[in-house]
């Protein structure tokens, strides 16, 4: 996503790019706002990438027939349900996603099924497709999704890795929140919508032409 930004900044593209990693916040957008559909980016949601890539990299990688992987995500939103049954989400001609499970449902399962976890044995997590990164870590959080792309961003442009992140302007849990951010010679103005009614307030900035934001979060 941060690479996608770049090269819209670089080219002229549609600015500004909103991310695209929420199912429900796509499609509020789809039905609400058609007309600002290429403002998005084009990235998957994690879920979606995840499944993608297990039934073709990994497949291929380890001679697996994709039909015979079998995919579960577990999320906390109901949404990812309905965005794995997307009938464009079939990367590899199956569905990228079997299962989507909440995190509610699988708690009910985890008790249903009486499992004591003091008595499991401490075992390493497998890495498929290797090992999380910082950017990862807070992809979660409101702002996070900003943060990791400025993240990329950064170091494309400067050719450097920070040792420090200080872009908690972004951050937090209260409407709609502003910054500005030097990358390089680059002043990237972004902003972050926390609920679909403040999304809604910068849709409708897009739309009379008021918004000079390069990038948002929703």
């Known amino acids: 996503e941060g690479n996608e930004f770049l090269q819209r900044l670089n080219s002229g593209g549609t600015l500004p790019m909103i991310t695209s990693c929420s199912p429900g916040w796509v499609n509020f ?15 998957k949601s994690p879920q979606q990438m995840f499944g ?33 049954v997307r009938p464009e989400m079939k990367s590899s001609g199956y569905q990228d996603v079997d299962y989507v499970l909440t995190t509610r449902e699988l708690g009910r399962m985890i008790k249903e099924a009486a499992f004591d976890f003091g008595k499991l044995e401490v075992e390493e997590y497998d890495a498929p497709l290797g090992i999380s990164t910082g950017a990862a870590v807070i992809f979660g959080a409101t702002g996070g999704v900003m943060e990791a792309a400025l993240r990329t961003v950064y170091e494309v442009v400067t050719g450097k890795t920070l040792a ?4 908690h302007d972004v951050r937090g849990l209260t409407g709609i929140k502003e910054a500005v951010i030097p990358v390089g010679d680059l002043k990237v103005k972004i902003a972050v919508a926390h609920t679909l009614a403040n999304a809604r307030l ?6 009379a032409g008021e918004a000079d934001y390069h990038f948002i979060e929703v």
Request: glycine share 0%.
């Open 29 to 43: 957008i789809e039905i609400m706002y058609p007309d600002l559909l290429a403002h998005l980016s084009t990235a």
């Open 52 to 84: 993608a890539l297990v039934k073709t990299y990994y497949a291929e990688k380890n001679n697996i027939d994709p039909k015979d992987i079998v995919s579960v995500s577990i999320m906390p939103c109901t949404a990812k349900k309905a965005e794995a």
């Open 202 to 207: 910068l849709l409708d900035k897009i739309r």
């Open 164 to 167: 420090a992140i200080d872009f």
